[in-house]
């Protein structure tokens, strides 16, 4: 069975930090894109990171540039995401997605339609 499975969200002052796990089983982890996206209630599912467990290429959102960083642990098929620098607009709830045979997310990441597996989220709400 097919699972994703992320981990670590939480409520934090604006200014902190928090890392997110996103834990994959049942599928082969090489050459595999994993996408980071979040929702706000009300709003689009938007992308924020991904990564290729291929070459470890990486792709950001204009708006997490400097602030998050997305790594991969091929080896426990765990992809976490580092959030600092958090603000109240990064309140959402975020989802990791996965999309088999992608060695590299460059120049263009899948898109949303592009995933085949999502997790269930977990809660990042950021205070002011």
């Known amino acids: 069975e097919v699972q994703l499975v992320e981990s670590g969200g939480a409520l934090v002052q604006a200014g902190g930090s928090l890392r997110l796990s996103c834990v994959a089983s049942?599928?082969?982890?090489?050459?595999?894109?994993i996408g980071w996206f979040r929702q706000a209630p009300g709003k689009a599912r938007e992308d924020v990171s991904h990564?290729?467990?291929?070459?470890?290429?990486?792709y950001y959102a204009d708006f997490v540039k400097g602030r998050f960083t997305i790594s991969t642990d091929n080896a426990k098929s765990t992809v976490y995401l580092n959030m600092n620098s958090l603000k109240p607009e990064d309140t959402a709830r975020y989802y990791c997605?996965?999309?088999?045979?992608?060695?590299?997310?460059?120049?263009?990441?899948?898109?949303?339609?592009?995933?085949?597996?999502w997790g269930q989220g977990t809660q990042v709400t950021v205070s002011s």
């Open positions: 997605a996965a999309a088999r045979g992608f060695r590299t997310v460059r120049p263009t990441p899948p898109g949303l339609r592009g995933y085949d597996y």
């Open positions: 049942g599928f082969p982890f090489e050459n595999v894109a």
């Open positions: 990564i290729s467990s291929g070459d470890g290429s990486t």
